[in-house]
């Protein structure tokens, strides 16, 4: 099933693989819907909180030193598993193909996605191609990093920004890799934050090779999972305002019992 950012992926893909200008437009509005649904102060989730002012130097080489950090992000709880999506480029007429999962964190806010394109047909030249959509906060210039557990990593570069993420990739994947991710463990992807530390994020592929070679999903499905999981993600943006009001309420009570203060002696 896609989740919210699994439909971003798709429609910032489709220009690099050309799907025709309307299938985009489509799929760019149905984003945008799924961004005002978002609350707007969601925090961003399960990254490195970023540096208000610029670090100096002495604090930017203690980052390095501390070593590249962790994060361990789960799978959408709405989403049983990988979930894989096919159609027809109108333009090109190539098939187009694209396995995705949305993963967040252990307080279940979205983190990243990532999704794994197979075109073929002449238009396409059988393309592969990886797109994650990371989080915020995150510096762009070093682009990413990503490897199947311990394998070699593959450079990928940011291609660009929307106010919940940004997009990177890496096209021209050969066989061999998608090969390792249906047989590994653990995609690493590795970023740096603002600070210049290396943070890697671990996506479990359990269940990936399966979606990948498996049948394309029904669109009534597809559609039907879609109006629940967007029910699921009303309901906590809902629950998360009502905490978020509760808090800012707590913070502006003034405390109990306190004296209110004198006027200002007159001159």
């Keep these: 099933m896609r989740g919210p950012i699994g439909v971003l992926a798709a429609a910032s893909v489709a220009a690099g693989l050309g799907l025709s200008s309307g299938a985009l437009a489509q799929q760019q509005q149905q984003q945008q819907q799924r961004q005002q649904q978002r609350p707007a102060a969601q925090p961003a989730p399960a990254q490195p909180a970023p540096a208000q002012q610029a670090p100096a130097a002495g604090a930017q080489q203690g980052a390095a030193q501390a070593g590249p950090s962790i ?9 049983t598993d990988w979930t894989k999506v096919c159609g027809k480029d109108p333009a090109s007429g190539a098939e187009i193909c694209y396995t995705t999962r949305d993963f967040v964190s252990d307080q279940g806010q979205p983190v990243l996605a990532v999704a794994v394109y197979d075109a073929k047909g002449q238009g396409a030249q059988n393309q592969k191609v990886v797109r994650f959509l990371m989080p915020l906060g995150l510096l762009l210039r070093p682009g990413i990093r990503f490897a199947v557990d311990q394998g070699q990593p593959i450079p990928g570069q940011y291609a660009i920004c929307f106010p919940n993420g940004c997009f990177a990739e890496a096209t021209g994947l050969k066989d061999d890799f998608i090969n390792q991710m249906k047989r590994g463990t653990t995609l690493n992807v590795s970023v740096q934050n603002q600070v210049a530390r290396e943070v890697t994020f671990a996506v479990p592929l359990a269940g990936f090779g399966k979606a990948f070679d498996g049948p394309a999903i029904d669109p009534k499905v597809l559609e039907e999972q879609q109006k629940k999981l ?38």
Excluded: F, I, N, T
């Design 230 to 267: 967007q029910e699921e993600l009303e309901k906590r943006s809902e629950e998360l305002r009502k905490r978020l009001e509760q808090q800012s309420s707590a913070a502006g009570a003034p405390a109990g019992g306190a004296a209110a203060p004198a006027p200002a002696a007159k001159q």
């Design 71 to 79: 994060v361990h992000v789960k799978p959408e709880p709405s989403q």
